[in-house]
Structure formats: structure tokens, C-alpha cells
């Protein structure tokens, strides 16, 4: 009875998508909450809290469609200069959203993990970040990355900084400085790097966003705001991205010169 219930909340694959060609990585900037909730003359924190169901059906609709990796930009290292109120409430949600969605992740073995740097957060999201990652650690599901406190250029000054350390105490010299190990003292060193970055509300900008990590994704952008991108939405981008012809900067060797 309950197998059957779950199964019917899953979602089939569309048969115009192929699973084999599906992004193992995909990356999302959640952008236009503030805009849904004032078109509805709504607190722009209302906009946040729709924006979670939004993440929350994604997340199940990648792991259902054979996506092995989501990562979410949920907080700035240039979003601590919203108003103090909405910057409060944001921690709060997150805080919340995880002491009550880790049964559920546990259960859809989701393995979650948070990059950016976690020190400037509050001590309580902390304290709950550290449970969730640990409980989940052995899932073998979907890896759900939360981008919280992430500042793309942070992240490539702070590796910059550890090897720069390295190369003085005499561990590694310059010359063996590449771009695997570079990849390594990132925060998404477990992870591949992204297939997809998928934007919504239509801003054309990266915003900071995985800027070493993101070198050779499709961008796929949407007018749809944040709270109203759900799996119809999802799946135009899958048909999107499996019509695109990855060349990595090389050339198709079946073309004519
Ligand atoms: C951008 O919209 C959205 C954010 C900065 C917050 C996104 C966070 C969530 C959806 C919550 C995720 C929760 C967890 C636990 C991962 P905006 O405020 O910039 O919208 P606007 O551009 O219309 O003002």
C-alpha cells in the first residue's frame, strides 16, 4: 500500500527524453521569488517560502529522471546586503526546511551536502547543516549541493590560498599546479561539474555562481519566476539540453571543412 503510494507521487520519465542523455550535473539559480510574491502584493519572504516546495519537486523530479547531481544557489556572499529582515528570515527557513525535510531526504536517499563557507552562518544552521550532511553522508541517491554564504570568486581565492600554503612549506611545486588539482581544493571537489546551469526570472548573468566549475555548462534561462518553474518547466529544459551539441571548444570530425 505505501510502495504503491510513493511510486504514484514519482515522476516517469517523458518519452521524448532519453534517459542516457539526461545532465548528470545540473545547477539552478532560484531568481524571482521577491517578483512572484509582489505580483501577488505578498511579503517578498513568502516568495522564499514557495520557492522551497519549487526546489523540493525539482529535486525529487531529477532524482526520478536519472539525474545524479543538483546543486541550488540558495545565498549569496552578496545576498548578506538584503534588509536585515529578510536575511533573518532566510536562515530561519533554511534552518527550518532542513530539521523537517531530513526524514524525507533520508527515506529518498538524498545525500546533502552545503558549499560556500559556512563560518559566517548561524550557529544553529550549523549545528543542523553538520546533522544533515552526516546523516546522509552514506546515501547513495541523488547528491543535493546548497550553494549558502557562496561567492564563486571566494571559493577560487580560498583554493588559490591552500595551494599558494602547499607551495611554500615545499609539499608541491608550481608546475604541478593543474587543473584537476585546482578542482580539488574547491568546494565541489566530490562533484563533476555542472551539465546545466538553469536561471529563471530571464536575467542574463551568472551572478557568481560556480565560475570555475560552470566553464563548459548550457545555459538554459527562463522568464518563468523561481516559485512557478515546476516539472512541465523542468522538462522543456531537458529537451533543450539534450538537443544541444556539446563540442567541449572542438570541432564535429563527421563535418565537411
Ligand atoms: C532569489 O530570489 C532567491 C533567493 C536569494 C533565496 C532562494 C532560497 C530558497 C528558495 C530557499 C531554499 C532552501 C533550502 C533549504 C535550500 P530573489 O529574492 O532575488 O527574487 P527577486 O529577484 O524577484 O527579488
Not at 516546495?53 to 539525474?67: F, P
Not at 611554500?168 to 608546475?175: D, T, V, Y
Not at 580539488?184 to 551572478?207: F, K
Not at 555562481?209 to 518563468?224: G, N, P, R, S, V
Amino acid at each position: 500500500m505505501t510502495a504503491n503510494f510513493v511510486s504514484s507521487l514519482s515522476n516517469a520519465l517523458p518519452s521524448d527524453l532519453k534517459r542516457s542523455r539526461m545532465p548528470a550535473h545540473v545547477a539552478v539559480i532560484m531568481d524571482g521569488n521577491g517578483r512572484w510574491a509582489k505580483q501577488r502584493g505578498l511579503p517578498r519572504i513568502m516568495g522564499h517560502r514557495k520557492g522551497v516546495d519549487t526546489l523540493k519537486k525539482l529535486l525529487r523530479c531529477c532524482r526520478d529522471w536519472g539525474v545524479e547531481a543538483l546543486t541550488a544557489y540558495a545565498f549569496s556572499t552578496e545576498n548578506w546586503g538584503r534588509p536585515t529582515g529578510e536575511v533573518d528570515f532566510l536562515m530561519t527557513l533554511f534552518e527550518r526546511v532542513l530539521r523537517k525535510e531530513l526524514r524525507e531526504m533520508m527515506a529518498e536517499d538524498v545525500r546533502i551536502q552545503f558549499v560556500g563557507d559556512l563560518t559566517a552562518l548561524p550557529e544553529t544552521l550549523q549545528q543542523e547543516i553538520d546533522r544533515a550532511v552526516q546523516e546522509t553522508q552514506d546515501n547513495q541517491g541523488i547528491c543535493f549541493s546548497v550553494a549558502t554564504n557562496y561567492g564563486g570568486r571566494q571559493e577560487i581565492l580560498q583554493a588559490c590560498r591552500a595551494i599558494a600554503q602547499q607551495a611554500k612549506s615545499g609539499q608541491l611545486q608550481p608546475e604541478d599546479i593543474n587543473e584537476e588539482l585546482f578542482s580539488r581544493h574547491l568546494y565541489t571537489a566530490n562533484i563533476s561539474d555542472p551539465d546545466l546551469l538553469i536561471r529563471t526570472s530571464g536575467e542574463m548573468r551568472i551572478s557568481n555562481f560556480l565560475l570555475w566549475q560552470l566553464a563548459y555548462a548550457e545555459f538554459y534561462i527562463t522568464d518563468t519566476l523561481w516559485p512557478d518553474f515546476d516539472t512541465d518547466e523542468f522538462h522543456q529544459a531537458m529537451k533543450a539540453f539534450q538537443a544541444r551539441d556539446r563540442r567541449f571548444g572542438k570541432v564535429d570530425e563527421t563535418e565537411g571543412e
